[in-house]
């Protein structure tokens, strides 16, 4: 995804009638995905590049480019994984501190090798509790557990008919927000209900999302993500409604197209939810005296949903720097009662710079898996969420030893040795037999050195990793790893024969995993 591969050889064409390249290339494959579907992938980039390059007669426009390419990279997200906007910021990250990663499968990746690799799904770690999940899935019970701890939460009802509904709104006191218990992403939400006739429209409209509603006292304030990673601050958002500003000479129905035309024109990878003119946005502005075909003064926002959610998107104003202690431990200490070690903590509050427990703040939800990266705030932090959760050590020493024969098993089992005294448990694995670092044989369901040599990458109880590389096999099956800490010929070459042997498979093998050492970053030129 963010390598572009390494030419490995490159053949003319045949004759005057035959006009095409042969390339053959090593590309990174982390995902599952068959020799097929690459290569129909990179048929449909040629394709594209050709275009883009002006090799067709089609002139491409910068709408139509990224619309291309926004197709390519839903094809591959499809083929390879479903890789939603977190994943993919994480991975970037990954690749831009040098840390391999590989897909798992259902979304999950490995990122780092052995004893020093993490597991990810979205913003989801190991140190995220599947109770923890479950409570911060569920608004009422949340609630009732912030309650007991003492912490500030909603109050509400929990609601199975409009009726019920109508008698928690006259107990709670108007306004009252009315929201499904059990969704996210801002559905079937309705703040400001303040009548029995809006009531029963809120009603009918979470209804139409779960069967379990709640009416909520309505609290002052804006909506502040407090987003916890590692079960510390990583940052903080003021998140307001999707929303434009008036210029004083166009209407509100102008400035959201001019909108929507200024974020055509970026890549689909960096595009925002568009800027609505539907009914609901009709109502949104009726609530603050506007209307689409309206002025407003220059500088004035105007608000065109009635909160922000991940469903429609809305303005983030970056608090990180001044948000109040209390509120960044209130945070913290939310995500730990819950069971998350990555959490994001959405506190209603009229100033986050004050302490919530001076102005009625209250954690309005607690989001098991939030969206990383997907807005320049959020990005801005994304390599520090990941350096945050990887070891120093991710990337474990990876040796391999060429050769067969006494001389190539004498040599693994020292540098074994070498590296067991070092603290470190080292593995030894060739395509038919593997050893624990105690030189005993240890069993594996799989065959050949790939299979075998990414088996062990996948265990905790691996902290290095000599290859036997005894034929050329991995020149078909591809690497296990993507970097090399030292390559070993220990391969007998007479003298004369040099020549001959630079011609054999297992030499080219070793061209190629000499390419790969530690020092070089894929795209650049083999050694």
């Not at 409604?241 to 210029?247: A, E, I, W």
């Not at 003064?297 to 970056?318: M, N």
Request: proline content about 6%; glycine content about 10%; overall charge positive.
């Amino acid at each position: 995804m963010f390598e572009p591969g390494r030419p490995l050889i490159m053949r003319p064409p045949s004759g005057a009638a035959d006009t095409r390249f042969v390339i053959q290339v090593a590309v990174p494959a982390p995902f599952r995905a068959s020799i097929s579907e690459l290569e129909r992938l990179y048929s449909e980039c040629a394709r594209f590049l050709e275009r883009l390059t002006g090799g067709s007669s089609q002139p491409l426009s910068r709408r139509s480019a990224h619309e291309q390419v926004g197709r390519l990279v839903q094809h591959a997200a499809r083929r390879f994984g479903g890789l939603g906007d977190s994943s993919y910021q994480l991975l970037k990250s990954a690749w831009a501190i040098d840390r391999p990663f590989q897909y798992l499968g259902d979304g999950i990746f490995q990122i780092g090798w052995g004893s020093g690799a993490i597991r990810i799904d979205r913003s989801v770690t190991v140190g995220d509790s599947s109770i923890g999940s479950r409570l911060s899935q569920n608004k009422a019970g949340t609630g009732s557990l912030l309650a007991q701890a003492g912490l500030p939460a909603p109050v509400h009802r929990l609601v199975r008919s409009e009726a019920e509904a109508q008698d928690a709104a006259a107990a709670l006191g108007w306004p009252v927000v009315v929201k499904p218990a059990n969704r996210d992403r801002g559905e079937g939400v309705s703040i400001g209900v303040g009548s029995t006739a809006t009531l029963a429209e809120a009603f009918r409209r979470a209804r139409t999302f779960s069967t379990q509603i709640l009416v909520e006292r309505q609290v002052p304030g804006v909506c502040h993500r407090i987003f916890i990673a590692r079960g510390k601050l990583l940052y903080a958002v003021r998140r307001d409604p999707k929303s434009v500003f008036g210029d004083g000479s166009s209407t509100i129905r102008a400035l959201i197209n001019a909108a929507n035309e200024r974020d055509q024109m970026l890549p689909p990878w960096l595009r925002s939810e568009p800027w609505p003119a539907d009914t609901m946005t009709e109502e949104t502005l009726a609530a603050q005296g506007l209307s689409l075909d309206d002025v407003p003064d220059a500088g004035r926002k105007v608000a065109l949903r009635p909160i922000e959610s991940t469903r429609w998107g809305g303005d983030d104003e970056d608090m990180t720097a001044t948000i109040h202690p209390d509120n960044i431990r209130l945070a913290e200490t939310a995500a730990r009662l819950i069971g998350l070690d990555n959490a994001g903590v959405d506190l209603m509050s009229v100033d986050v710079s004050r302490p919530w427990h001076e102005n009625g703040a209250v954690i309005n939800e607690m989001n098991y898996a939030p969206t990383l990266g997907a807005a320049e705030i959020s990005r801005r932090h994304v390599q520090e969420f990941l350096r945050r959760h990887i070891r120093d050590e991710s990337r474990i020493p990876v040796l391999a030893v060429i050769g067969s024969g006494p001389s190539a098993d004498t040599r693994a089992r020292s540098l074994q040795a070498q590296i067991n005294r070092r603290g470190l448990r080292c593995w030894i694995t060739g395509a038919s037999a593997t050893l624990g670092p105690n030189g005993e044989s240890h069993p594996l369901a799989a065959g050949g050195l790939f299979s075998r040599g990414r088996a062990l990458l996948l265990r905790d109880d691996v902290d290095a990793l000599v290859m036997r590389v005894e034929d050329d096999a991995l020149l078909k099956s591809g690497l296990p790893v993507d970097r090399i800490d030292e390559v070993i010929d220990v391969r007998p070459i007479a003298r004369g024969q040099q020549k001959a042997a630079e011609k054999t498979g297992l030499d080219r093998l070793r061209r190629l995993l000499e390419s790969y050492r530690r020092a070089n970053r894929m795209g650049a030129n083999p050694s």
